[in-house]
C-alpha cells in the first residue's frame, strides 16, 4: 500500500557549471603532472612522490557522507571502480541507492573533492550507476542490523530511544504545533530527533515542519525527510494533495508500523509521536507497538478541556503506559500593557496533572505552559516552527524550556567525539 505511494526519482540531471569547471580542473592537474613528469623523467611517479594506492584513495572516500543515510559512503558499499592510471588520473564509481539527482550530484561533489585532494592525483573522474537489486538488498539488510524481517527497532531490548506520544482529549489544543517545536528544541540541543505523523488522516506535521518533499525509497526501505536535523515522516508525505485518506483501525495499525519498521531511523536520542485527537484506534496501536512510548498529554486552560484531556491521560493506566507530563496550551494571551488575557481561563493544565497523579498514584509533572502567540500559529503555517524562526517569542521561549525538562535517552552521544558519523 505504501509502495504504491512511493515514487522512485530517477531522474538523472545534468550538472553543467560543475563538469565544466571539473574539467578544467582536471585538464590543469593532467598538464601539470605531464610537466612534473617529464621534468623528472619517472614514469610512475610524480616528482618524487609514488602515486597513492587504492587504499589512499579508499580512505579519502570515507570523509563522504551520504546526505539521506548520514553514514559514509564507503560503510555503505557504494564505491564500485575505483582505480588510478599511471598519469594519476583517478576514475571512481559511485553506486547510487536511487538515481536521486540532488543526492546525485552531492555525491559526485564530495567524491571528486575528497579525491583531489590527494597527493599525486592529477585528475579526477567520477561516475554514478544506481545499485542492482541485489547491491540494494545487501545494503538495506545492512541498515537493518542483518535482520532478514524487519522489526520495531525502538521495541528492541536494550534500545535507548526515548519515546514521547503526543495525546490530547480534544481536537485543535496543540498537539501537532507542540511536536513540531518540541523536536526542532531537543535537535537545536545536538540531539537526533525522530518525530513520526501518527495522525494519519488528519496529518499536519508535514505543513508545520516544511517537509513536504517525498521520502526517498531504497528497496523496501524508506528514507525519511530530513528538517534541520530532525527525521520526519508523515501520510501527507505520501498521499496526493488533496487525496483523503479514509481507512479503518487495521489500515491505520499497519501503516504506523510501516513507519516504525520500514523507515530507516538510525539511533535517535528521542521519537516523537503525534497522535490524533482521543482514545481511538492510533493511540492503541502506539501503546501496542511501543509499550515504552510515555505520553505528554497536552490541553488548553479551560475546564471542559481539561476533563476530557484527563481521559486521554487515564488511557495510560489501562495501555500501562507512563506519563511524562502535562502541557497546558493557549495558556493567555500577552496584552499591549504586558498583562496576560487569560482567554480559556486557567487552571485546566495544572488540575490535569493534579487528577492524573491521583488517579495513577504516581507524581504525573506540569510540564508548562505555553502562550497564545501568533509567532506559533505563523511558524506553523509557514513551515518554519517558532522555535527556529521566532526563538525569542514568548511561545518558542516556553516550548524550549519545556524540551529541557524531558527526558532523553541515559547515554547520548552529544558531544562526543567520534570516529564515524553517528545515524
Ligand atoms: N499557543 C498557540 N498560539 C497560537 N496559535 C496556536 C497555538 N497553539 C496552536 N495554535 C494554532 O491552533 C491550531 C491548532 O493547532 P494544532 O494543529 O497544533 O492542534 P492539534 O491538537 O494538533 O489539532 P488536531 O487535533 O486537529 O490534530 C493551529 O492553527 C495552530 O497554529
Ligand atoms: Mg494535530
Not at 56 to 66: E, P
Not at 177 to 203: E, K, P, Q, W
Amino acid at each position: 500500500m505504501l509502495a504504491v505511494a512511493f515514487q522512485l526519482v530517477s531522474a538523472v540531471c545534468a550538472d553543467p557549471v560543475d563538469a565544466v569547471a571539473g574539467r578544467l580542473i582536471a585538464r590543469h592537474r593532467r598538464r601539470m603532472g605531464r610537466l612534473r613528469r617529464r621534468h623528472h623523467g619517472a614514469r610512475l611517479t610524480i616528482g618524487a612522490m609514488p602515486l597513492p594506492s587504492r587504499e589512499t584513495l579508499y580512505d579519502a572516500l570515507t570523509r563522504v557522507i551520504d546526505p539521506e543515510i548520514r553514514r559514509p559512503i564507503t560503510d555503505l558499499d557504494m564505491v564500485g571502480t575505483l582505480d588510478i592510471d599511471d598519469g594519476g588520473a583517478v576514475r571512481a564509481e559511485i553506486k547510487l541507492t536511487v538515481a536521486a539527482c540532488p543526492l546525485r550530484d552531492e555525491l559526485v561533489r564530495g567524491a571528486r573533492e575528497a579525491l583531489a585532494g590527494i597527493d599525486g592525483v592529477t585528475s579526477v573522474d567520477v561516475t554514478t550507476r544506481p545499485m542492482t537489486t541485489a547491491e540494494r538488498e545487501a545494503l538495506t539488510a545492512k541498515l537493518r542490523g542483518g535482520g532478514e524481517a524487519p522489526e520495531i527497532p525502538f521495541a528492541r531490548p536494550g534500545s535507548r530511544t526515548r519515546i514521547y506520544a503526543v495525546a490530547s482529549g480534544k481536537g485543535g489544543v496543540g498537539k501537532s504545533s507542540i511536536t513540531a517545536n518540541l523536536a526542532l528544541a531537543l535537535a537545536g540541543r545536538g540531539l537526533s530527533v525522530g518525530v513520526i505523523d501518527a495522525d494519519v488522516y488528519g496529518f499536519s506535521i508535514p505543513r508545520m515542519m516544511g517537509a513536504d518533499g517525498e521520502p526517498t525509497q531504497v528497496d523496501n526501505m524508506i528514507l525519511p525527510a530530513t528538517v534541520s536535523g530532525v527525521k520526519v515522516i508523515s501520510m501527507g508525505m505520501l498521499v496526493p494533495p488533496g487525496r483523503p485518506v479514509v481507512w479503518r483501525g487495521p489500515m491505520l495499525h499497519r501503516v504506523l508500523q510501516q513507519f516504525l519498521t520500514d523507515v530507516f531511523w538510525g539511533d535517535l536520542d528521542v521519537l516523537l509521536l503525534d497522535l490524533p485527537p482521543g482514545t481511538g484506534d492510533v493511540p492503541l496501536s502506539v501503546a501496542q507497538m511501543l509499550p515504552a512510548a510515555e505520553l505528554i498529554v497536552v490541553t488548553t486552560p479551560q475546564v471542559a478541556a481539561a476533563e476530557v484531556a484527563q481521559r486521554a491521560g487515564a488511557m495510560a493506566l489501562q495501555t500501562h503506559q507512563t506519563i511524562a507530563g502535562v502541557i497546558e496550551n493557549m495558556s493567555w494571551l500577552v496584552q499591549q500593557d504586558g498583562s496576560k488575557l487569560e482567554l480559556f481561563g486557567s487552571g485546566g493544565g495544572a488540575s490535569v496533572a493534579g487528577n492524573l497523579s491521583a488517579a495513577l498514584g504516581l507524581p504525573v509533572p506540569f510540564l508548562g505552559q505555553v502562550p497564545i502567540d501568533i509567532a506559533l500559529r505563523e511558524g506553523g503555517d509557514t513551515g518554519r516552527p517558532a522555535v527556529v524562526a521566532a526563538p525569542d517569542s514568548p511561545s518558542a521561549k516556553a516550548l524550549v524550556e519545556i524540551a529541557e525538562k524531558l527526558q532523553t535517552r541515559a547515554h547520548s552521544l552529544v558531544g562526543k567525539p567520534l570516529g564515524v558519523t553517528p545515524l
